[in-house]
């Protein structure tokens, strides 16, 4: 058995945002699924943006407040915007397009839970500008995050 204070894990950086995320998949020393704790406050995100992962299906956990999720079909490019309140749990299928914040004037407190633990494969609805993709890649380097086509493989700078 593993049991952790989320207290005395570490917020995580997330770029340049000053979200509260604490990662407790180490501290619970998961193997099969990844398990984020999220407090936002109102105006702030989950993720950077809209995004899926090819490799990993998510599970977002509302302990408190009320979180705003959109989804973006991508054949028809339909969006749709659901509330998610205390004691409510939303799932995005591996390759739906996704992302969370908080629309509220209060704080929201959320666990995240993804399996597989890793995911490598994430997609942003950003065009190429070289080829007739419609999505980009999200590649992580040892110099951060950069965006390459899975298609021709042409790097965008972020």
Do not use: W
Request: net charge negative; glycine share 8%.
């Amino acid at each position: 058995m593993q049991r952790v204070d989320i207290e005395d894990v570490e917020p995580q950086s997330m770029g340049e945002s000053d979200v509260d995320r604490r990662g407790l998949s180490d501290a619970l020393g998961t193997t099969d699924f990844a398990i984020n704790y999220y407090a936002l406050d109102p105006g702030e995100a989950f993720a950077g943006g809209l995004h899926t992962h090819l490799d990993q299906e998510e599970v977002f956990y509302v302990v408190e407040g009320t979180a705003t999720f959109e989804t973006k079909d991508e054949a028809t490019a339909e969006t749709e915007t659901v509330e998610v309140g205390p004691d409510e749990a939303v799932r995005f299928a591996r390759g739906e397009f996704q992302q969370g914040r908080n629309e509220s004037d209060e704080r929201v407190v959320a666990l995240a839970l993804g399996a597989p633990e890793q995911s490598t494969d994430v997609r942003i609805p950003q065009p190429c500008r070289e080829c007739d993709s419609d999505v980009l890649a999200v590649v992580m380097t040892d110099q951060g995050m950069s965006l390459e086509c899975p298609d021709c493989g042409a790097t965008v700078e972020t």
